[in-house]
């Protein structure tokens, strides 16, 4: 049974830092692809960061530079690094694995951005 457990949400001022974990069980998480989506109210889900079994990485336009994605094969982990918070940034975050015709998802982590 997979699962993708994220943690490391809550409340944060604005210009504050989190960092989200996703801790995978269940899978050959090495050779997953691994991403971070959010969904804020009312909005559609939407790429945060991506990055591949080989260590590339990709973002989305709003968040370069501010936010970064790593994984920690040995622990099944991925990571969100979350730098210089905006209220914009308030979502629900999450994990998701994909492998060919196969695909994951955690069941999110509330972050909000707020003073």
């Known amino acids: 049974q997979v699962q993708l457990v994220e943690s490391g949400g809550g409340l944060v001022q604005p210009g504050g830092s989190l960092r989200l974990s996703c801790a995978a069980s269940?899978?050959?998480?090495?050779?997953?692809?691994m991403a971070w989506y959010r969904q804020a109210p009312g909005k559609q889900r939407e790429l945060v960061a991506a990055i591949t079994t080989g260590g590339s990485t990709d973002y989305g336009d709003s968040v370069k530079g501010r936010f970064t994605i790593s994984r920690d094969n040995a622990k099944n982990t991925l990571y969100l690094q979350m730098n210089s918070l905006k209220p914009e940034d308030t979502a629900v975050y999450y994990c998701?694995?994909?492998?060919?015709?196969?695909?994951?998802w955690g069941q999110g982590t509330q972050v909000t951005v707020s003073s």
């Open positions: 998701h694995a994909d492998w060919v015709l196969r695909d994951y």
């Open positions: 269940g899978l050959l998480f090495s050779i997953y692809r």
